[in-house]
């Protein structure tokens, strides 16, 4: 996906009012705790929870400097996601590679083999050439619906969910390498229920604390 335009996408939301941060127990990591409700304190129930990152700038080279190289264009190829405990996911190409070179960088829309979006986080690219696994590439999606609330309007965001301070490479849609980033403590949620929709941002969130929050829509 475009990476830099869902980072101005995050950066054009139009901020909310927030109750009062504040972090809890003490945990592995990062969560985030909340519950949504109408501006009468009612739950609201299966509204949907997308999450944005914020990224500060990296460097103008790759973090990923290794590359996947054809030396034979009737080589098979298979680029494929999986997720960061290699659970596969979705294959992106599969076949002769038709060419020689290094392997240029396949756009991810961010869906698994079925077709359905998977969550807001740091998944990985593995090249293979022939039955050589080359590498595992960094991919950070965001903008996916990561929660859905509760029958009392609860959700909460794991730390799986939240890569806080992963390095990883942004991409044009042509494939050529924009610049590397670094995902921040800050994100973006919006909520979505039917036709209405919400957004809040930024919220601070803290290594080894829950962070909790109640939001209206």
């Known amino acids: ?13 139009s901020c909310r009012e927030i109750e009062p941060y504040y972090d809890s ?6 969560r985030v ?3 949504l409700t109408t501006a009468n304190g009612i739950p609201i129930e299966g509204a949907m929870v997308e999450l944005y990152y914020y990224y500060r700038y990296n460097s103008d080279r790759p973090v990923d400097s290794v590359q996947a190289v ?48 998977v969550s807001s986080g ?9 039955s050589t696994v080359i590498k595992y590439s960094t991919e950070i999606l965001d903008g996916q619906v990561s929660a859905v609330t509760d029958q009392g309007g609860q959700f909460s ?14 991409y044009f849609l042509n494939g050529q390498f924009y610049a590397s980033y670094q995902v921040e403590e800050r ?8 036709d209405r929709r919400s957004e809040f941002l930024p ?15």
């Open 70 to 117: 054809v030396t034979d264009s009737s080589q098979m190829i298979n680029i494929s996601v999986y997720t960061t405990d290699y659970k596969f996911l979705r294959t992106l190409y599969f076949g002769r590679a038709n060419m020689t070179g290094p392997i240029p960088h396949y756009e991810w829309d961010g869906k698994d083999l079925h077709g359905e979006s």
């Open 203 to 217: 919220l601070d969130i803290h290594k080894d604390k829950i962070t909790t929050g109640a939001f209206t829509l």
């Open 122 to 130: 740091k998944y990985l690219i593995r090249y293979v050439i022939d």
């Open 157 to 170: 965001i794991l730390n799986g969910n939240l890569p806080v301070g992963e390095l990883f490479d942004v």
């Open 33 to 35: 705790d909340g519950i």
């Open 1 to 13: 996906m475009c990476w830099v335009f869902l980072f101005l996408c995050v950066a054009a939301f």
């Open 25 to 30: 127990q003490n945990i592995r990591g990062y």
């Open 187 to 194: 994100i973006a949620l919006v909520f979505v229920h039917g």
